[in-house]
């Protein structure tokens, strides 16, 4: 693991007060800070359906008034009740990877796949919600990426998850947002 890469941030109700707690702290809130600094965003996953995390994982970025792309192998769009996104096959078909930050829901072994595909094309920071990773999919981002979150931790019982720790996240990159009509 490369000593600057960074992987999650501690929520206000797991904060430690020592030393070390602190320093661990600090680089975990980094991780999501640099994670919502970017300009762009993604949803691998995202889908149609409302009853599943893909939609509306999607739904929450478009509701915090930020730039999302939807990605998805097999749909043309993705429709919100007040607006339709052009859909993204693959990783590779963003236009600014570079400047975008990638949500995974996704089963772990289509993560591994698209998460290759987007270190291949520079997407430096990551998001993995709960039942979208597994050690090796861990190990690679860690290994491969600028910021990662994902595994224990967050707010949550389950994990990370933009739903629960997503506006924390928004406020520690000092990003501002309009909430948006779904």
């Known amino acids: 693991m490369h000593s600057g890469h960074i992987t999650r941030f501690l929520s206000h109700s797991f904060r430690s007060q020592s030393t070390s707690g602190n320093r661990f702290l600090r680089m975990t809130e980094a991780a999501v800070t640099r994670f919502f600094q970017s300009p762009q965003f ?10 599943r995390f893909g939609y509306r994982i999607f739904a929450w970025y478009h509701q915090h008034s930020l730039p999302v792309t939807p ?21 590779k078909s963003l236009t600014q990877p570079t400047e975008t930050s990638l949500s995974f829901v ?8 698209l998460l290759k595909e987007a270190h291949e ?21 860690r290994s491969n990426f600028e910021a990662v979150i994902g595994g224990p931790g967050g707010a949550g019982s389950e994990g990370w998850c933009v739903l629960v720790d997503g506006e924390d996240g928004l406020e520690s990159a000092g990003r501002t947002w309009k909430q948006q009509k779904l």
């Open 42 to 51: 993604a949803v691998a996953g995202a889908n149609n359906d409302p009853s």
């Open 71 to 91: 990605i998805h192998p097999r749909e043309q769009t993705i429709r919100l009740p007040s607006r339709e996104y052009s859909v993204a096959s693959s990783p």
């Open 106 to 113: 996704t089963p772990p072994p289509v993560t591994i796949q």
């Open 121 to 141: 094309i520079g997407i430096p920071a990551v998001w993995f919600q709960p039942g979208t990773y597994n050690d090796e999919v861990l190990d690679y981002a």
